[in-house]
């Protein structure tokens, strides 16, 4: 079988290293697409191949229609928006992601940008600690139980509210469940948010439910820029100068966010995942889970149906 790893920015060379040896261990070829420029080069390389890797490359309809021999395709990654998940139903291809490789990295960068913004984005003024403050967690997932395991190392009261995760699984987990999402928004001084973009999330963090934080709440966003309402969070840090928003993903409206100075930041681009561990851990999973589908059939972290 022809493994495709095709990415615009390429996986580092130690993670090439283990998902070739994944890969040619199993006894399948191995194929690099790496920094190509145009979708065309995407197009053509895709023709012969089975199996496909993938960072933050598109994969849509046209890439699907061009891969006559391609069974299966897995997002070295947790999110996978990337990919046209009907489309690739309609091909009878299987879509993967791998969960849970990315988680800690993105949940220390929550913890990175948080610190900064206790201590007023590192303005020469006094700030404030973390130790004793209550962290509401939005969706406990991977990256969720990560962000949970690092706060209580800051020494704060975690709580959490995930509507497919049963109480008592967070509450074994050590962290306080609660009953609902305007009760974690009531309850804590800084929410971080772990929720997918879905019909049901998008736009869902808005002026009402972000209003129900305490005075001096922190948003912390290292999920999906879809799930925020931006003209109605612009609105409440308009009316609310005791609220401070940091994001890992850019608003659309980041030059407007950019005017409450001392209580936004954003990351010039998604940077979650962006560490030499993450970037192999995810590019050495696909590969396995590809040597999985191919030896059993297994599709344990299928994403399309």
Same mark, same amino acid.
């Given at each position: 079988m022809k493994v495709l790893v *095709?990415?615009?920015? =390429?996986?580092?060379?130690?993670?090439?290293?283990?998902?070739r040896?994944? @890969?040619?261990g199993a006894g399948n070829e191995l194929v690099l697409l790496e920094k190509y420029t145009e979708k065309a080069q995407l197009l053509e390389a895709v023709k012969d191949a089975d199996a496909l890797i993938i +960072?933050?490359?598109?994969?849509?309809?046209a890439v699907l229609d061009a891969a006559k021999q391609l069974k299966i395709v897995v997002r070295a990654g947790a999110g996978f928006d990337n990919i046209d998940l009907a489309a690739a139903t309609a091909h009878g291809v299987v879509a993967e992601n791998t969960p849970g490789q990315n988680s800690n990295a993105v949940a220390e960068l929550v913890f990175g940008m948080l610190v900064m913004? @206790?201590?007023g984005f590192y303005n020469g003024k006094s700030g404030s600690e973390l130790l004793g403050k209550k962290l509401g967690i939005l969706a406990f997932g991977n990256v969720?139980? !990560?962000?949970?395991?690092?706060?209580?190392?800051?020494?704060?009261? @975690?709580?959490?509210?995930? *509507?497919?995760? =049963?109480?008592?699984?967070?509450e074994a987990a050590g962290v306080h469940a609660v009953e609902n999402q305007d009760?974690?928004?009531?309850k804590c001084d800084v929410v971080s948010l772990h929720i997918p973009a879905t019909p049901e999330t998008r736009e869902s963090i808005n002026y009402a439910l972000v209003n129900k934080m305490r005075k001096g709440g922190i948003l912390v966003n290292t999920a999906r820029k879809e799930v925020i309402n931006e003209p109605e969070l612009l609105k409440l840090m308009a009316e609310r100068d005791d609220l401070k928003f940091v994001t890992d993903i850019m608003p659309d409206a980041h030059d407007e966010f950019q005017k409450f100075e001392g209580r936004y930041f954003s990351t010039p681009k998604k940077m979650g995942a962006q560490t030499a561990e993450a970037n192999i !851990?995810?590019?050495?999973?696909?590969? +396995?889970?590809? !040597?999985?589908?191919?030896?059993?059939g297994d599709t344990r972290f299928q994403v399309n149906k």
């Amino acid at each position: 079988m022809k493994v495709l790893v *095709a990415t615009e920015k =390429p996986f580092a060379a130690a993670a090439v290293e283990g998902i070739r040896k994944e @890969v040619e261990g199993a006894g399948n070829e191995l194929v690099l697409l790496e920094k190509y420029t145009e979708k065309a080069q995407l197009l053509e390389a895709v023709k012969d191949a089975d199996a496909l890797i993938i +960072r933050s490359d598109k994969v849509d309809a046209a890439v699907l229609d061009a891969a006559k021999q391609l069974k299966i395709v897995v997002r070295a990654g947790a999110g996978f928006d990337n990919i046209d998940l009907a489309a690739a139903t309609a091909h009878g291809v299987v879509a993967e992601n791998t969960p849970g490789q990315n988680s800690n990295a993105v949940a220390e960068l929550v913890f990175g940008m948080l610190v900064m913004a @206790v201590r007023g984005f590192y303005n020469g003024k006094s700030g404030s600690e973390l130790l004793g403050k209550k962290l509401g967690i939005l969706a406990f997932g991977n990256v969720g139980r !990560n962000v949970a395991r690092i706060a209580k190392g800051f020494g704060m009261d @975690v709580y959490a509210y995930d *509507a497919y995760c =049963p109480a008592e699984v967070i509450e074994a987990a050590g962290v306080h469940a609660v009953e609902n999402q305007d009760a974690l928004f009531e309850k804590c001084d800084v929410v971080s948010l772990h929720i997918p973009a879905t019909p049901e999330t998008r736009e869902s963090i808005n002026y009402a439910l972000v209003n129900k934080m305490r005075k001096g709440g922190i948003l912390v966003n290292t999920a999906r820029k879809e799930v925020i309402n931006e003209p109605e969070l612009l609105k409440l840090m308009a009316e609310r100068d005791d609220l401070k928003f940091v994001t890992d993903i850019m608003p659309d409206a980041h030059d407007e966010f950019q005017k409450f100075e001392g209580r936004y930041f954003s990351t010039p681009k998604k940077m979650g995942a962006q560490t030499a561990e993450a970037n192999i !851990n995810a590019g050495i999973a696909a590969a +396995r889970q590809i !040597n999985a589908y191919f030896k059993d059939g297994d599709t344990r972290f299928q994403v399309n149906k």
